[in-house]
């Protein structure tokens, strides 16, 4: 039931959703979250994100898994887009289906708490003739504890 | 046992991975980022603060008290910024 894919390819969301639901009626609750590229200070050119190609497929379905034992889910879609985009790209999107809102929307959470703090992935920002990587931010780490009792 | 790196520490070391074979006194992750440090300045600087090197055996995350052996598959990078 949990579908996952590690890509450089842009994704379409209406899309996704339609293949997820595949014509069933029973779905009560249908959440998305995209994630795409912030730039704040109008400096950012490209962000180029590195992976670990094996682990990071295994991890997102390690973290889908778990989020299928916790709720009653219908069916759940994990894309993360790897290499080198652009301000306002999409990174990555998580859907959750549930017959019930409640589920559909933890679910989506705990799954971008999960990946943000455990799926194999590294930014690095390019911005005029400087390239850096993204440090990572305690808060995330704070996300997780709040799933952990 | 291959050795991979990942993000600034890929960069720091100056490899994508190296294959070693599992150094004398070695058992744990710990002991081997203490190998691998002495190995050369690079990694010595990239691997020595150990609160920003995080490991994987086998494509899982795991602690630095974790048990190595020759034959994994060690990943070693930076908290991930995925997401």
């Not at chain 1, 959750?96 to 194999?120: E, G, I, Q, V």
């Not at chain 2, 010595?44 to 995350?61: D, G, I, M, Y």
């Amino acid at each position: 039931m949990a579908s996952v894919s590690v890509q450089e390819d842009d994704f379409d969301i209406g899309e996704e959703i339609q293949k997820l639901r595949n014509g069933r009626t029973d779905v009560g609750a249908v959440v998305t979250f995209t994630g795409t590229v912030r730039d704040v200070g109008g400096t950012l050119q490209s962000m180029t994100l590195e992976h670990y190609p094996g682990m990071t497929e295994a991890e997102l379905e390690r973290i889908s898994l778990e989020a299928e034992q916790r709720w009653p889910l219908q069916g759940s879609r994990v894309i993360h887009r790897y290499g080198t985009l652009e301000p306002g790209d999409n990174i990555v999107l998580v859907v959750t289906l549930s017959k019930h809102r409640h589920a559909a929307f933890d679910a989506a959470m705990f799954l971008m708490d999960f990946l943000k703090s455990n799926a194999p992935f590294w930014k690095k920002e390019q911005t005029g003739e400087t390239a850096s990587w993204v440090d990572a931010r305690e808060t995330d780490e704070t996300a997780l504890k709040r799933w952990q009792d | 046992m291959i050795i991979k790196y990942f993000s600034w520490i890929r960069e720091g070391v100056g490899k994508n991975e190296e294959d070693i074979g599992l150094p004398d006194g070695v058992s744990t992750v710990s002991n081997l980022l203490d190998h691998l440090c002495e190995k050369s300045a690079e990694h010595s600087r990239v691997l020595k603060e150990r609160v920003f090197v995080r490991v994987a055996v086998n494509q899982t995350h795991v602690d630095h008290d974790h048990p190595v052996t020759d034959g994994d598959e060690v990943a070693i990078f930076p908290p991930v910024t995925g997401g």
